[in-house]
């Protein structure tokens, strides 16, 4: 594998940060320019944008490329150098961009699978429900997707519910609940209506709660198991969707 006929410009890519830790995550972008001699790349600046505020321990410019055994993840290590706005790019388009430093070997990564969280709004989101005590929970009103990825899935709850306690916010760490999914997108010829494109259903267990979230809500994060291939296989084209859909619009296209 090459590093020069793998990272190049217009290559659709992720920045992942702390991909050695139990909980990476993974911000998506694309390369705009990139300079091998002085091993410096211009990526866009993600939806949920860098900030030199940003805490994490390491990062890695991660793509995914065909190898003898399928597709397959690889990346370097890197370092921010500066962000930079209104960056010019071919005729009168400018955009924000972040400059990377990166340093090789090149590395197959095995932990991004999980790593990138779709943050969940107005183009794609997830209606659904859990059963926990062998009570019924809806979305909207007993809680909310915020997030989503190919191993899990951020709830955020509301701690009262017309007046009374929600009794989501008591569950506690390792639990079981059952899950259903409906995902959605963006309708093509109404875009203010989102249509459903699969229904998942799946175990989970409750992997974090942070009850300090806010005043109001707690949130918590869930670790699917139990979901079929095909299901799984639905899931991860959602996923998959979603960031090409907001590499297009990083891109302009």
């Not at 399928?70 to 400059?99: F, H, M, W």
């Amino acid at each position: 594998m090459e590093l020069k006929k793998i990272f190049i410009p217009s290559a659709g890519v992720d920045l992942v940060f702390n991909l050695n830790s139990l909980s990476p995550y993974a911000k998506s972008s694309i390369i705009y320019d990139i300079d091998h001699d002085e091993q410096t790349v211009i990526v866009a600046q993600p939806l949920n944008p860098l900030t030199k505020n940003l805490e994490y321990d390491e990062m890695h410019l991660t793509t995914i490329i065909r190898g003898e055994k399928g597709k397959i993840r690889v990346g370097i290590k890197c370092e921010p150098v500066k962000i930079i706005k209104k960056y010019k790019l071919a005729g009168t388009n400018s955009v924000d961009v972040i400059q990377l430093r990166y340093f090789p070997p090149l590395i197959e990564t095995t932990n991004i699978r999980s790593a990138y969280r779709l943050a969940l709004g107005s183009h794609f989101s997830i209606n659904g429900k859990i059963i926990y005590l062998d009570h019924e929970y809806i979305t909207k009103k007993d809680f909310i997707f915020y997030d989503v990825s190919f191993a899990g899935a951020g709830l955020i709850a509301p701690k009262r519910i017309s007046l009374k306690t929600n009794p989501l916010i008591r569950i506690k760490k390792h639990e079981i609940i059952k899950i259903g999914m409906i995902l959605q997108k963006e309708g093509k010829d109404e875009p203010s209506k989102m249509e459903a494109v699969a229904i998942i259903p799946a175990n989970a267990e409750i992997h974090r709660i942070n009850t300090d979230y806010s005043k109001t809500h707690v949130f918590i994060g869930i670790k699917f198991f139990n979901i079929s291939s095909e299901k799984e296989d639905a899931l991860n084209a959602f996923i998959h969707e979603a960031q090409v859909d907001g590499l297009q619009r990083l891109s302009n296209f």
